[in-house]
Each structure stands twice: as structure tokens, then as C-alpha cells.
């Protein structure tokens, strides 16, 4: 009997990890007589991790900006970067993990104190944590008489590392906009973002909304604002993608930055950005492998060593739009021009069904407002905007996973008064259904000599009546025969189809 035997590596989606990290810290203020902080904004950004020890390990950066008010009425903006490093407790990994990480911040504090910002966040870290594990085993058996064999029907992750997709753009101002005097701050955010697999990639098509703020060179000028799209057509290195695979990528906006030249006319009117999508791939490949699942010798004694191995099945992505809408109302000045709503999605809960998933968590925005004050000629208040969403996923049951990603896919607004807002917006969520596979592989198989006593207390000849999971081939090793001779002697004609209740009569050793 010769064995074949082949290296494998087995994938396994063991879940998701979250913590809580409250940074705080200090920013010494230019000498521009700061006289109030309008609003800050903040973008985490993951740049490494790993696992050791049962510890999921991290480090990144929290860009910050702090838009503040001077003394004489001049708005400006006040970078700050701070960096970022923490251990997440696990009892999930195993094997060779892949760990992917993404950061949000869930809520600011701040306060001016002199010459000086004191701040404090509030940030919420999800680990979501696949192990790859590594095995020799038994594949194919030459010379064996006896062989069951077994499908195995499982994915393999495509695309285990983030990859980037750096898009560059420029834009002019309008004519009927001021020339740039002092750049305040530019958000970035996602529209209509679609993901699909090719051959070799992953293909991401859609969009970026870029707002660039800044005061005219023109007196009395607080704040101007310019928005211009960025169209995204790229496609991400997955080696091994085709264009049938499942996929439920991470997409996020990494890095951003921006410059200001002048045009021809020697006006600072130009924006040049630059911007960097990060993605986890997230490309669920099917793996189907046909190997032994047991053996048996009527001569010779077959010493068999198992591995008990975890897989996981994609068993079916969804990805769908929920539509947003709610009044806000400011708790400041009031409201005669809005220039920049800032919008994020936290997802709270997650609950797999039979056939269905529920989401719900809540859409927390920033707008940016212009006021008729002379004190406090730019304002900002924060408002949240819940959601639940009831997605479609056939298949699923109540035991399975989900992998939810989730994002501002469009926001808009709609002045009602000076005093409320409405907001209008979509939240794209893609999900993905995770079935946990258990099975056992075939390692090495040793023979020896067959102890001649063996079968010595089964009866030469039996009538048995077939029970519920019986198979010839286990019949066969169970009663010290072979599932040929069952089906010869009892003329079957499918020897593969047995039913619960037939009568078999099954001959020892023949």
C-alpha cells in the first residue's frame, strides 16, 4: 500500500475581537491668540498588527485637526498627530493568524486651556482574526482494497494582507469662489462604492466626494468651501481571484492630503490631493478536496492517524443599500449657510437568522455651519442617526457568523430653518455568512499484522435490517467483510442506495 500525501492549508474564520482606547493628550496652540475650538476631527488609521502570546498586537496614528476661532474673527486649523499602540486579549487564534484591524472614533473631548488644547477620545478597535492552518496529509492510497472516501467542501482567503489604491486629482475653484487665502481642512468620503472579483483582483469602482475648506483672500471672508468628485476605477492585486468568487471587502479612505498651487494667472485657486484607499480583499476561493476518510485491511491490521481540522464556507455575501433620514437640530448659533457634513457608521449589533440577518447600529455626523454672529461666525454641533436593516442571506442559520462592513455611501442635506437640518443619506453594508466546517484528515497509515482472533465473535452469516447512517462500506468493516461481497450477495443493483428498514444478508469474510 503506498500512501500520497500533500502539504494543505486550511483557513479558518475564528471571529472578532473589540476594545475600547480612550487616548488623550495635549497640543501647544501657534501664537495666533485662539479665542474658541469650533469642532475637531478625527481619522484613525491602522498601520501594523500581528499576534503573539494570545495577544492581538497594533500600532497606528490618530490624525487630528482642531478648527479654531481667533480673537480677531480668523478661522484656522490646528494639525495634530498622535501615535497609537495596544494589545487585545484573545483566546481565538491559533495556528497562523491573520489579524485585520480597523478603528473608528466614537467621541471627542476637548478643552482650551490657555496656550494650549487638552483632549481626550473615545476610540472603538474591532479584530476581525483568520487562521491559517498548516498539514501534511493523506491524499491518495495505492493498493488498498477497502478505501471510503470523503468531499471536502471548504474556502481558502484570497488576499490575506491589505492592499492599496493611491488615486491623485486636481480641481480649481470656481470663478464665482474667492482665491485661497489659508486652507482650514478637507474631508473625504466614499460614493457608491461597488466591488466585484476579476481575474487576478479586485475591481473598485466608484467614487470620492472631496470638500476642501478655506477662508477667501477677500475681507471678511470666514469660510468658503469647495467640493469636487474623484472618480475610482482601479483594481487591487488578489492573486487567484476569479470572477465567480464571493467577496466582502474592508474599503476605507487610509491617507489623505492636499496642497494648494496657483494657476496661470498666479491666483492660489488650484487643489492638488492625494488620497489612498486601503483594502482588506476578503476573497472567499472555493477548495474542494477529495481524500480518504478511512481503510481497512480484511488481512493486515491499518493503524490510522487523524488531524481534526476546523474550515469555514462563505455561504453567501449580500450587499445592499440602507437609506438614511432625520432632522437635526443645532444646539448653537443660528444656521445661514451649511458647508460640511461629516458622517461615519458604527455597526452595534448583528444577529445571523434563519435566511436573514439583522444589523442595526447608528450613522454619527459633524456639520459644519456658517452663523450671523459676530463672536461666533462659524459653528458645529454633532448629531447621530440610527439604523436597522434586515438583510436577505439565504442559507444562514442561527449558528453561523457574519461579517459585516459597513459605510456612508452618499450624504446630503436639506436647510429646513436656521435652527434644523435634514439629513438624507445612504449606508452601503456588505455581509458575509460564515459556516464553520469541522472534519477529520487522514495523517500517515502504518500496517501490521492482523491479530487472528479478530472477528472471531461475529456470526458467519447475518440478517441485518439497515439503520439510519449505515453505508456497505461501513457494514463491510463493521461485520469483517467487504461492501462488494454485501452487493454481490445481495444482488443490488445500486450498491450506493441502501434505504432505512431493508434486510441485508451479509456473509463474514466473503
Not at 488609521?45 to 496614528?61: D, N, Q
Not at 491623485?168 to 482665491?179: F, H, I, M, T, Y
Not at 459556516?435 to 497509515?445: A, G, K, M, N, Q
Request: hydrophobic content about 35%.
Amino acid at each position: 500500500m503506498e500512501l500520497t500525501k500533500t502539504k494543505l492549508s486550511i483557513d479558518r474564520y475564528a471571529g472578532e475581537e473589540r476594545m475600547q482606547l480612550m487616548p488623550q493628550g495635549e497640543v501647544i496652540l501657534p501664537n495666533e491668540g485662539i479665542k474658541s475650538i469650533v469642532t475637531a476631527r478625527a481619522q484613525p488609521y491602522i498601520v501594523g498588527g500581528g499576534t503573539a502570546g494570545g495577544k492581538l498586537s497594533f500600532e497606528g496614528s490618530i490624525d487630528m485637526v482642531f478648527i479654531c476661532l481667533t480673537g480677531d474673527g480668523r478661522l484656522i486649523s490646528v494639525p495634530h498627530s498622535l501615535y497609537i499602540s495596544e494589545n487585545i486579549n484573545t483566546d481565538k487564534t491559533g495556528g497562523d493568524s491573520v489579524p485585520q484591524f480597523s478603528c473608528s472614533v466614537s467621541g471627542t473631548e476637548y478643552t482650551l486651556a490657555g496656550d494650549r488644547i487638552r483632549y481626550k477620545l473615545l476610540c472603538e478597535v474591532s479584530c476581525r482574526i483568520f487562521d491559517t492552518y498548516t498539514l501534511t496529509a493523506v491524499t491518495g492510497l495505492e493498493g488498498a482494497e477497502n478505501v471510503a472516501e470523503q468531499t471536502i467542501d471548504i474556502d481558502t482567503l484570497l488576499g490575506k494582507r491589505n492592499v492599496e489604491i493611491k488615486l491623485k486629482d486636481s480641481a480649481s475653484v470656481g470663478r464665482e469662489l474667492p482665491n485661497i487665502e489659508t486652507a482650514i481642512d478637507m474631508t473625504v468620503s466614499g460614493t457608491g462604492l461597488t466591488t466585484a472579483c476579476v481575474t487576478d483582483g479586485l475591481a473598485v469602482k466608484g467614487g470620492l466626494k472631496q470638500n476642501f475648506m478655506y477662508t477667501g483672500a477677500q475681507e471678511g471672508e470666514a469660510l468658503e468651501s469647495f467640493c469636487f468628485d474623484t472618480e475610482i476605477d482601479g483594481t487591487a492585486e488578489v492573486m487567484g481571484a476569479a470572477e465567480d468568487m464571493l467577496c466582502c471587502p474592508d474599503v476605507g479612505i487610509a491617507d489623505t492630503t492636499y496642497s494648494i498651487r496657483c494657476d496661470d494667472d498666479g491666483e492660489a485657486r488650484i487643489i492638488e490631493s492625494e488620497c489612498t484607499l486601503s483594502i482588506w480583499p476578503n476573497v472567499f476561493a472555493p477548495l474542494t478536496l477529495r481524500v480518504p476518510e478511512d481503510a481497512y485491511c480484511l488481512e493486515r491490521e491499518l493503524d490510522i492517524s487523524r488531524c481534526d481540522v476546523t474550515g469555514f464556507k462563505a455561504v453567501c455575501v449580500n450587499k445592499s443599500n440602507c437609506p438614511i433620514r432625520r432632522a437635526l437640530e443645532t444646539t448653537g448659533e443660528d444656521m445661514l449657510r451649511v458647508y460640511d457634513v461629516c458622517a461615519r457608521v458604527t455597526v452595534d449589533d448583528t444577529r445571523v437568522m434563519q435566511d436573514k440577518t439583522a444589523v442595526s447600529g447608528a450613522v454619527d455626523v459633524d456639520v459644519l455651519y456658517v452663523t450671523g454672529s459676530d463672536t461666533s461666525p462659524v459653528c458645529a454641533f454633532k448629531g447621530s442617526i440610527p439604523f436597522e436593516q434586515v438583510l436577505e442571506t439565504r442559507g444562514s442559520t442561527e449558528d453561523m457568523q457574519a461579517i459585516v462592513m459597513a459605510g456612508v455611501r452618499h450624504i446630503g442635506f436639506n436647510m429646513l430653518s436656521q435652527r434644523e437640518i435634514e439629513l438624507r443619506g445612504m449606508i452601503g453594508i456588505d455581509c458575509a455568512i460564515i459556516d464553520e466546517r469541522h472534519f477529520s484528515l487522514i495523517t500517515d497509515i502504518t500496517e501490521g499484522p492482523k491479530d487472528a482472533h479478530i472477528g472471531d465473535d461475529i456470526p458467519s452469516v447475518i440478517v441485518y435490517t439497515v439503520q439510519h447512517g449505515d453505508t456497505l462500506w461501513k457494514l463491510g468493516k463493521r461485520f469483517h467483510t467487504t461492501a462488494q461481497s454485501i452487493a454481490r450477495t445481495n444482488r443490488l443493483d445500486d450498491p450506493d442506495r441502501i434505504n432505512v428498514g431493508d434486510r441485508l444478508i451479509i456473509v463474514k469474510g466473503y
